[in-house]
């Protein structure tokens, strides 16, 4: 699911305080409480979720928060309201504290293909379930993600954000 991949493109981390030049209003991206992804997870939508092509009903990692070296579990579960096909694209930003570690745009498809999906992803219930081995040398610290996915027409799929604190 879109959702899985997400995570798996961008794990270990997860908030943005800032948005980044490339959204669209620029200014900040808040986090709402009301905003948060349903399940044990630290993700958060980076707006109001109603208008979105995917509706994320639940999303739990285990462990919850990742550890260095230890495997991450991954289920996911929701809807997408229409399909999402080839073109569509997912923009990336990692940080660590204040350094940038990712910024860029990738193919979603291409992206997908990692939690075993292909495009096109036909509107209707997802659901997934994927271990992903996390590296023992991730360095201690806080992460910031943002990944927003849209169509090739630029229709919002959905935005997440996610903070993560990685300890020695």
Not at 32 to 37: A, G, H, L, P
Not at 75 to 101: C, F, N, P
């Amino acid at each position: 699911m879109l959702l899985s991949t997400l995570l798996l493109a961008a794990i270990g981390t997860a908030s943005v305080s800032a948005s980044p030049s490339w959204m669209p209003g620029g200014g900040q991206v808040v986090i709402n409480e009301d905003w948060k992804v349903p399940g044990d997870n630290p993700l958060y939508f980076c707006s109001d979720p109603k208008d979105n092509i995917a509706t994320i009903k639940k999303v739990d990692l285990s462990p919850n928060p990742p550890v260095p070296g230890e495997p991450l579990s991954i289920t996911a579960s929701g809807d997408l309201s229409e399909t999402v096909d080839e073109g569509s694209k997912m923009h990336l930003q990692v940080k660590y504290g204040l350094i940038t570690l990712i910024n860029q745009e990738a193919d979603l498809c291409e992206t997908v293909e990692k939690a075993d999906l292909k495009c096109p992803i036909k509107k209707g219930e997802l659901s997934l379930t994927k271990e992903v081995e996390l590296p023992r040398e991730i360095p201690p610290g806080t992460y910031h993600v943002l990944a927003d996915v849209y169509t090739k027409d630029g229709d919002k799929i959905t935005c997440l954000t996610a903070t993560v604190a990685f300890h020695r």
